[in-house]
């Protein structure tokens, strides 16, 4: 169903008829929301997101943060090399009860 040419009335009973429609109410409604988020957001947003970053880059430079990642760095070690061999022994046993069924693996 296109537009109505020439018609005024017929083309204002069309777009009345459209509106009717909860479909076009939900798109209607999204496109209007999304330009005046967009535009809103657009100016303030970026502002916004500048103040975040450089509050984010002022917190990861305190010397207090800095300690506690090196602190936890030393904790976790021991986890990630523990958690780094057995993704080793259990690739192996994979490829050890993989390698004898004729599957066709990349080496």
């Known amino acids: 169903m296109g537009v109505p040419r020439g018609n005024l009335a017929l083309a204002g009973r069309w777009a009345f008829s459209m509106w009717q ?3 076009m ?3 209607i409604g999204l496109l ?13 947003g970026r502002e916004r997101f500048d103040e975040m970053v450089t509050g984010l880059q002022n917190l990861v430079g305190e010397e ?14 021991a986890v ?5 061999e057995g993704l080793d022994t259990a690739a192996d046993i994979i490829e050890d009860r993989t390698a004898g069924n004729g599957s066709a693996t990349a080496d």
């Open 21 to 23: 429609n909860p479909l």
């Open 25 to 27: 109410k939900f798109i």
């Open 32 to 44: 209007i929301g999304g330009g005046i988020g967009y535009i809103l957001g657009t100016r303030d």
């Open 64 to 77: 207090v943060v800095q300690q506690m990642t090196d602190f936890l760095d030393q904790r976790t070690a």
């Open 80 to 84: 990630r090399k523990a958690a780094a």
